[in-house]
């Protein structure tokens, strides 16, 4: 305990120092911007909690109080991340006595700007009338002419206003589909017997397709139930509920919102089926019948709510069956997009929505047990990532748990979950883009190569605890002939760089290989595996009731030519 008090110190100094260098708020007349203040601390409640929570005093305080967060395994995620990573910009036209006053994200994001119109009776300043701007609407907030403006009920047009994002519907559906890791096969006993949020499912279970086997579609879909997990036979614990409580988690701590009282609720189905390749999975075949009949379904008990509705996301966990029969990577990220296209085809034309249908991805790590070298659906999965704006991928696979070398364990399954909730937090309520942990530039100089990476939470890190260390790290030089160029050193050599030494210099056409080899067939202690990371988990941990999971980015498998 002799070192805690100076580390205490060094953190608080440290938070300070950061509060400190934070740009402070322009403003070209004081008593307009005043008034504005006034407003926004009756109506606002990220502005209140901001001003009062993430000031540097409370900053200070909350550095300590994270210390011991991350002693203990907690989440430390707050809406001050958010807050502090969208700093806003204020312009104030003054004319006569009217004044304008616009209130501007830095990012520029649709939906991140506040507009406030004032007027101005014997020198005192009053708001009149507030509206948040996107690229397609501006909605009105606030109107003090209107009867009951003043009651501070601003919701859900508030929602506009970045990072306080909502779901687009009262019913938002989140589809787990793809082949027998998105079933939960072999994941017993489930684990998520108890919903912490508010998320539902059918009353015939998260995979409603097993409930009409032994009975029939009207007693499977009558109602909605909270969202638990439900075993039949082999299959168990889904990804499901990982996702919806990890999505619920960050709205709870990072948008300031209790579960029990927000305006809508996620309800999560698992319609697809084991071993099947994406060919079957796709439009006309039987399984996509099942995703369209729990679209409809839900549509239809919604629409007897009273509820509006609609689809926003499919998880997709699919790649073994078509890594098995050796599917090209073109024609792979060919069917995936066609997939992704058609489900939100079919989802506007049965629900009505406007919106489009996103797609969140894992990234397979299974190419050792079908006895191939080359990831080639890993890599095609990364690539449709590239090719299409609404597929995101989330996680790769080489950080968990595998029982046969095909399937993961319960707990991995759940955690694999909560990498896609994060993702339908950032893209669906935050209404931000996503890329994961990959290259975004890459050089070679006589005997070193050189790789920058897109990280999203600074900086990167070496971890051989939750991956077991691999030679170099994971990362290989493949030769033009084929042959692998012994590798010298690896080394962080940045916040988001890599270099590489050969022992050799290193010719044009060589490629830089990650998370290719291992000396079994899957998993993160002896399958192909790298051990690259970014630092989120020291903030984002998925907390299901029974112990804390990191939310690191992992480094996705690549190969990129130098």
Known sequence: ????????????????????????VSSEDHRVDSAVHAWRDNFDPLWRYNRSTCGADAVALAAVKSLFQQLLHISTATACDRLTAMPETYSTQVDG???????????GRPGSQIRFTLTSSANTWAVQKVSAVSALATTTIFDATQPGSGDGRIEPAYSAWIPHGAAPWDITHVISYGQSLSQGFYNRPVLSTHQRYSSLRFNGGVRVQDSIQSGNVEVAYKQFVPLVETQWG?????????TLNMAMQLIEQENLQNHADI??????????????????????????????????????????????????????????????????????????????????????????????????????????????????????LLQASHEDPHIHLAVPMYLFRYIDGGHTDNRSTEWMGAYYGLVLKRILIDRATWKPLEPLSWQRDGTTATLRFNVPAPPLKWDTTQVAGNSDYGFSLRLPSGALLPIRSVAITGADEVEIIA????????????????????????????NLRDSQGDAIRFNDGRESMRLDNWCVIFDVSL
Request: hydrophobic share 35%.
């Open 234 to 242: 082999d299959k168990a614990e889904t990804p499901t509920s990982g």
């Open 503 to 530: 022992q050799s210099p290193i010719p044009a056409g060589t490629h830089v290989e990650y998370a290719f080899n291992g000396a079994g067939v899957a998993g993160s202690r002896y399958g192909p595996r790298g």
């Open 97 to 107: 006595n009217q004044a304008s006053v616009v209130v501007q994200n830095v990012d």
């Open 263 to 380: 305006p809508y609720r996620f309800v999560g189905s698992a319609p697809g089926e084991g071993s099947m390749a994406i060919a079957t999975l796709s439009e006309p075949g039987r399984y996509y019948s099942q995703l369209l009949r729990d679209i409809a379904q839900a549509k239809r008990l919604a629409d007897a709510e009273g509820k509006t509705y609609g689809i926003g996301a499919i998880t997709w966990t699919q790649g073994e069956a078509d890594d098995s029969s050796q599917t090209s990577i073109p024609t792979y990220v060919a069917k995936l997009r066609t997939l992704r296209a058609d489900v939100d085809r079919d989802a506007k034309a049965m629900t009505g929505q406007k919106q489009d249908v996103e797609m969140i991805t894992y990234q397979l790590a299974t190419h050792r047990r079908f006895d191939q070298r080359y990831p080639h659906i890993a890599l095609a």
């Open 1 to 24: 305990m002799r070192f805690a008090y100076p580390v205490l110190l060094a953190i608080v100094c440290c938070a300070c120092s950061q509060q400190g260098n934070r740009a402070a």
